[in-house]
Nanobody, 126 residues
Framework: QVQLVESGGGLVQAGGSLRLSCAAS????????MGWFRQAPGKEREFVGA????????KYADSVKGRFTISRDSAKNTVYLQMNSLKPEDTALYYC???????????????????WGQGTQVTVSS
């Protein structure tokens, strides 16, 4: 059974940094692209960023480009989201997700993912 467990969320002041982790199990993790999404209260879930199966390619939402970085450590079955220069509008529940199909590029559409973590809360105070 595939499980994704996020960690690293918390409360941070604007301009600060956090690093989220997503630990995966139950699948040959290194074969699948991984994505990060977020959902703020009263808003739709939105794409944050994604990394392809090999770690050689990433894509980001315009709102986080230049501030957030996705990486992966296949030996640890973990994907990371480094978030710098955080803004109050980054406050949300952050989810990681695993691509449905193996060996694809970074996928922007949530429908491309079949397994999701439970989320980790990020709150940025002004």
């Amino acid at each position: 059974q595939v499980q994704l467990v996020e960690s690293g969320g918390g409360l941070v002041q604007a301009g600060g940094s956090l690093r989220l982790s997503c630990a995966a199990s139950g699948r040959t993790f290194s074969n699948y692209a991984m994505g990060w999404f977020r959902q703020a209260p009263g808003k739709e879930r939105e794409f944050v960023g994604a990394i392809n199966w090999s770690g050689s390619s990433t894509k980001y939402a315009d709102s986080v480009k230049g501030r957030f970085t996705i990486s992966r450590d296949s030996a640890k079955n973990t994907v990371y989201l480094q978030m710098n220069s955080l803004k109050p509008e980054d406050t949300a529940l952050y989810y990681c997700a695993s691509d449905i199909y193996p060996q694809r590029g970074p996928m922007l559409d949530a429908a491309a993912y079949d397994y999701w973590g439970q989320g980790t809360q990020v709150t940025v105070s002004s």
